[in-house]
């Protein structure tokens, strides 16, 4: 069912409270990069601009001891914030009492207020991260209305998240949230065809659950990058020195066994006999050589990659086909990112972490679909389970 969304809720002279991602990487009061922010904004703007009074929530990092909360004030972020709505943001330093009470009663339509991290509350009793009732009815206590813009932590039922929510008459999510359910949950669920899902990066075990939904779900399964090489080993290939994980290769038998041709693996690799971008390298068919360990998908995978997807009308990739990060590598991942940018009549969805990472280092993010902002929600969502975070917005 369609879930209740931000625009679907009347918001002039009411409390909302939101539930933002400002879970960005902060060095010496320095935020180091504002896209969490900047996803953000729209929301923020929404409210704002139909005369509500924006509340923002966010944790920031994990509080594990009083000398922790110097460098997890989410005092920057609301200076960032107030720089990019080029609006005031208030911050208060606490996360309950007297002094938030006032501050938001003294908040006129339009303002926004940011409450500190969250997770201040974890210090006495993890009362946040657990999810503690009390926790979560006194900030719903708060306000009028409930918005979860948070995908990154839709996966965690959090005081912040679920707390909230359950406590109001109505939950919504924020335009972000809204954007990753139609990409990640509904283009999955129900995907036009042919869908075909592109899976990379290190392990198959972070992958495990993902390969097994997907499977049930894709026309295409591809898999490349470094768990690969698991698959090959289950196959009886060679491998050289390549990456692998013997204890996951039974499984990997398994997938093959059940998948049948919806599975596509690379048929060449790029190797070197070392994990090193200033090595000799050269491109090898099938089987690893001894000594040698494979660090990016070859141009024949890639033809064959380019041939499974050039029908699809539905596109998710997970996980890098290479070793991304060092330019010698980075041939495979660039190339099946390019060409999802040449489907112009697909919905090419990328499942957030290390790829969302990949696209944006090699300049092809602007031409896809969509790029998802959660690293483990992201992988969660795709594995098909139920994020509370999700589950506890009201449907429409
Ligand atoms: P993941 O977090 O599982 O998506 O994995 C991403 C990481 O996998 C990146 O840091 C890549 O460098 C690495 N990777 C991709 N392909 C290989 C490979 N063939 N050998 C070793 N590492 C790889």
Redesign the pocket.
């Known amino acids: 069912m369609a879930k209740l969304t931000v625009s679907d809720l009347d918001v002039t002279g009411k409390k909302v409270l939101i539930r933002v991602d400002f879970n960005v990487p902060i060095k010496n009061g320095v935020i180091g990069n504002d896209n969490r922010i900047v996803a953000a904004l729209p929301t923020i703007k929404y409210i704002v601009e139909n005369g509500g009074k924006a509340i923002l929530f966010s944790h920031l990092g994990r509080v594990k001891t009083e000398e922790d909360k110097k460098e997890l004030s989410l005092r920057p972020v609301a200076e960032k914030l107030a720089d990019l709505i080029k609006k005031p943001v208030t911050f208060v330093p606490t996360t309950r009492g007297a002094q938030l009470e006032e501050a938001i009663n003294k908040m006129n339509n339009g303002d926004i207020l940011l409450v500190e991290n969250t997770r201040f509350e974890d210090l006495d009793g993890k009362k946040e991260s657990k999810n503690d009732p009390e926790l979560g009815k006194y900030w719903a206590s708060l306000g009028d209305l409930f918005v979860n813009d948070a995908f990154g932590t839709a996966h965690r039922s959090h005081a912040s998240n679920v707390g909230i929510a359950s406590n109001m008459d109505q939950a919504a999510a924020g335009f972000l949230l809204e954007k990753e359910i139609k990409f990640l949950g509904n283009a999955v669920d129900t995907p036009v065809r042919p869908f075909v899902a592109i899976l ?4 198959v075990s ?2 495990i659950g993902v390969i097994d939904h997907l499977l049930s779900k894709a026309d295409k399964v591809i898999i ?3 768990m ?2 698991t698959f090959y080993a289950a196959k009886g290939m060679s491998i050289g020195n ?2 692998v994980e013997s204890d996951k290769i039974d499984l990997a038998k398994e997938i093959i066994g059940k998948a049948g041709d919806k599975l596509v693996l690379p048929v060449d690799s790029v190797v070197a006999e070392k ?1 090193d971008n200033d090595v000799p390298n050269k491109t090898v068919d099938g089987d690893i050589p001894a000594g040698y ?4 998908i070859g141009p024949k995978s890639i033809a064959l990659f380019k041939d499974v997807l050039k029908d699809a009308k539905t596109v998710v990739w ?8 060092m330019s010698n ?1 980075a041939e495979g991942t660039l190339e099946i990112g390019k060409f999802l940018g040449t489907l112009s009549d697909a919905t090419t969805i990328v499942g957030g ?3 969302t990472a990949a696209v944006q280092q090699l300049g092809v993010a602007d031409q896809l679909t969509h790029i998802s902002t959660g690293g483990g929600a992201s992988l969660e969502y795709l594995e098909g389970k139920t994020l509370p975070g999700i589950a506890a917005v009201s449907d429409k």
């Open positions: 990379g990066g290190a392990k972070d992958k490349g990058g470094g690969t090489y390549s990456l994990f360990m494979a660090l990016d997970n996980g890098p086909m290479g070793v991304f990060e590598y972490g290390d790829s």
